[in-house]
C-alpha cells in the first residue's frame, strides 16, 4: 500500500482505525498486547501516525465537553464506557458536521478554531487565530483553541513568549502545568519545566494562579514583575525583575546563568537536554555556576562541567548524568 494509491475507502478505514486506537490506549484496560499492537499498526504506513496524531488533537478538544448524564433503561443494562470515549464521540461528531459545532460553540463547549504548534531545533515564531503572535523556544509543544468566551492556549512544554491581542470582552489564558494565566492584551513570557512554571510580565496586566481549580482569578502581575509556582502551591510567589534581568535571553540563541546554585540552575539547563543532570545530594546543589550559552549547545555543557566545578560526573540506572561534590581534602598540619 503506497500513499499516492490509496483510495477514499482506505483513507476512511485509517482514519476509523486511528479512533479506534486512541479509545483503546486511553482506557484503562489497555493491555500491553493490544499496545504491541498499536505500535505494529502505527509503523505500518506514515499515514498511520499522521492520522493518529490528529485524532489525539480531536480527543484533547473533547476533554473539555461537559460529561453526559448516563441513561439506561432498567430491563436492558447499558453497556460500560468512560465519559472520555463519550466526549470523544460527541467531539467528532461536533467537528464534522456544522450544526452541531455551531451548537458546541454557542454554549461554550466546543472551539471553533483549534491550532498546534511545536518547535524543535530551532525557535519559532507563530501567529495565532486571533492575530496573537508567539515566539517558541526550543523543544516547545502548545496548542491554542478559541472558545466563545476565552481564548484558550495550553502549554505542554518549554517556553513561550506572548504578544496577545488586545480583547478585554474575550480573554486570553494559558494554562501551564496545574497553573492559569489570564489576560486581555499584553506581553510575557511563560517557561515551564516538569511542574515547574515561570511567568515573566514585560507590558500590560496578568492574573496568575497557580491551581485552576481555586476560587478566583489569582494575583496580578505588574510589568517587571515575576510569578513562580510548582504543583501543590497554594498560591504563586511573586518578585520584582529588573533592568539586566535574562530570562528572555533565550529569544537571542542565549542561556545565561547570573552565579546561580546548582539546583536552581538544572532546571534551566534540563528542559534544553535528551537526558536530564541529576543532583547527587542536596550540598551538590549549593556549588554555584555563572556564565552565557548557546541554547543549542547545552548538550555539550555537561561534560565540560568537571573543568569549571569542583565536580565528578557518574550516571545513574536509568543513564541520566549525575553531578557530585569532589572529595574535600584535609586541611594540611
Known amino acids: 500500500m503506497t500513499q499516492d494509491t490509496l483510495s477514499e475507502a482506505e483513507y476512511d ?41 490528529a485524532m489525539l488533537e480531536i480527543w484533547e478538544v473533547a476533554e ?41 460553540w454557542n454554549l461554550g463547549w466546543l472551539p471553533n478554531s483549534y491550532q498546534h504548534f511545536a518547535a524543535t531545533d530551532n525557535v519559532r515564531q507563530v501567529r495565532l ?32 513568549f506572548f504578544e496577545v491581542s488586545h480583547d478585554a470582552q474575550h480573554p486570553f489564558v494559558v494554562r501551564a502545568a496545574e497553573g492559569r494565566i489570564r489576560v486581555t492584551g499584553t506581553r510575557f513570557n511563560v ?15 496578568v492574573l496568575v494562579t497557580s491551581n485552576a481549580a481555586l476560587p478566583g482569578d489569582g494575583l496580578r502581575l505588574g510589568p517587571a514583575m515575576q510569578a513562580r509556582f510548582r504543583h501543590g502551591d497554594y498560591m504563586p510567589q511573586l ?13 537571542d540563541g542565549k542561556l545565561v546563568l547570573n552565579d546561580l546554585p546548582l539546583s536552581e540552575a538544572l532546571p534551566l539547563i534540563n528542559r534544553y537536554l535528551d537526558k536530564p543532570v541529576m543532583l547527587a545530594d542536596a550540598s551538590t546543589g549549593a556549588i554555584r555556576i555563572g556564565g552565557i ?29 549525575v553531578i557530585n561534590p569532589l572529595p574535600q581534602q584535609p586541611p594540611k598540619s
Request: charged share 20%.
Open 239 to 251: 518578585s520584582q525583575t529588573y533592568a539586566n534581568d535574562t530570562a528572555l535571553a533565550w529569544r
Open 129 to 160: 487565530a486571533d492575530g496573537s503572535q508567539v515566539e517558541l523556544n526550543l523543544n516547545t509543544e502548545l496548542t491554542y483553541s478559541n472558545y466563545k468566551h476565552e481564548r484558550r492556549v495550553t502549554l505542554k512544554k518549554g517556553e513561550a
Open 64 to 104: 473539555h465537553l461537559p460529561r453526559p448524564e448516563p441513561v439506561a433503561s432498567p430491563a436492558t443494562p447499558a453497556p460500560t464506557r468512560t465519559w472520555r470515549q463519550y466526549a470523544m464521540a460527541a467531539g467528532v461528531c461536533a467537528l464534522a458536521l456544522p450544526i452541531a459545532a455551531l451548537t458546541g
Open 293 to 321: 550559552y548557546n541554547i543549542k549547545q547545552l548538550n555539550n555543557l555537561v561534560g565540560t562541567l568537571p573543568k569549571v566545578l569542583p565536580v565528578y560526573l557518574t550516571r545513574n540506572n536509568e543513564g541520566d548524568p
Open 13 to 53: 478505514a485509517i482514519t476509523d482505525a486511528a479512533a479506534h486506537w486512541c479509545m483503546r490506549l486511553h482506557a484503562v484496560d489497555c493491555t500491553a498486547e493490544e499496545r504491541r499492537a498499536f505500535e505494529q499498526w502505527r509503523d505500518a504506513h506514515p499515514l498511520h501516525a499522521f492520522e493518529y496524531e
Open 191 to 205: 517557561w515551564m519545566y516538569e511542574d515547574q512554571v515561570r511567568v515573566n510580565l514585560i507590558e500590560g496586566s
